[in-house]
């Protein structure tokens, strides 16, 4: 089992930045790779970045440019920092971790509230 832990959401200001951390505990040797999504109230649950096991990443078109997602493997925590921030960037962002056998953990969710 994979547990994971949000942290750094907030409200910021249009144009501001904040940095989600997400904090792995458990099995963590069984991760693979992590991802970030966000739901916004009345909308799917998109996804914002992944980064593999290697370090490769991707980003969904609306964030390219702006959010840049990070690991450090020895702290079993991903990151994403968030620049430029705009108000249809409000959302509950949520961190996800895909691990060996296909099986997939998710974080509690991170609330982050961009006023205009």
């Known amino acids: 089992q994979v547990q994971l832990v949000e942290s750094g959401g907030g409200l910021v200001q249009a144009g501001g930045s904040l940095r989600l951390s997400c904090a792995a505990s458990g099995s963590t040797f069984s991760i693979n790779g992590f991802e970030w999504y966000r739901q916004a109230p009345g909308k799917q649950r998109e996804l914002v970045a992944s980064?593999?096991?290697?370090?490769?990443?991707n980003y969904g078109d609306s964030v390219k440019g702006r959010f840049t997602i990070s690991r450090n493997n020895a702290k079993n925590t991903v990151y994403l920092q968030m620049n430029s921030l705009k108000p249809e960037d409000t959302a509950v962002y949520y961190c996800?971790?895909?691990?060996?056998?296909?099986?997939?953990?998710w974080g509690q969710g991170t609330q982050v509230t961009v006023s205009s």
């Open positions: 980064i593999s096991g290697g370090g490769s990443t």
């Open positions: 996800k971790a895909s691990a060996y056998l296909m099986k997939t953990y």
